[in-house]
């Protein structure tokens, strides 16, 4: 199952898919998205993961060009306790190269201390998974 999301200029800003074996949403944002389109994004992934009643979510951020810092408090506050009712209790976050990306990954960062190890920030997606992969086994046992 994937989708896809398109800005407001026509190209695709977030791609989609769920693997139904590792019960993982994968979220690849890439491009550039306003603010509306970033909750529009935000809010699909919340139904893949209603829908799939997926257990773990890689954000991958690396190749977005728009910064989340307007959303990292409402993300913390509001997004997360949402996912985590539905049953979602992992996510690994692939950082931006871009440095205002960067910015908001450090914002994030600083907010999301007390949620972990939920939650972890990678440098690359092979991170990322390998992270979530570990997560799966330790839960599986």
């Known amino acids: 199952m994937a989708q896809e999301l398109k800005n407001t200029l026509g190209k695709?800003?977030?791609?989609?898919s769920f693997q139904s074996d590792t019960q993982l949403v994968y979220a690849q944002w890439v491009n550039k998205a306003s603010l509306a389109e970033l909750k529009k994004g935000i809010f699909l992934i919340t139904e893949f993961i209603q829908q799939n009643q997926a257990k773990y979510l890689i954000d991958d951020r690396q190749r977005f060009e728009?910064?989340?810092i307007e959303l990292n408090d409402w993300w913390v506050l509001e997004w997360y306790p949402q996912i985590q009712a539905l049953g979602l209790h992992t996510i690994a976050i692939v950082a931006p190269e871009n440095l205002l990306g960067k910015l908001?990954?450090?914002?994030?960062?600083?907010?999301?201390?007390?949620?972990?190890?939920q939650i972890e920030i990678f440098?690359?997606?092979?991170?990322?998974?390998?992270w979530i992969t570990q997560q799966q086994y330790a839960i599986a046992k």
């Open 123 to 130: 440098a690359s997606f092979l991170q990322a998974y390998q």
């Open 104 to 117: 908001s990954i450090k914002d994030l960062n600083h907010k999301i201390i007390e949620l972990r190890p």
């Open 66 to 68: 728009s910064p989340f």
């Open 12 to 16: 695709t800003f977030l791609k989609l």
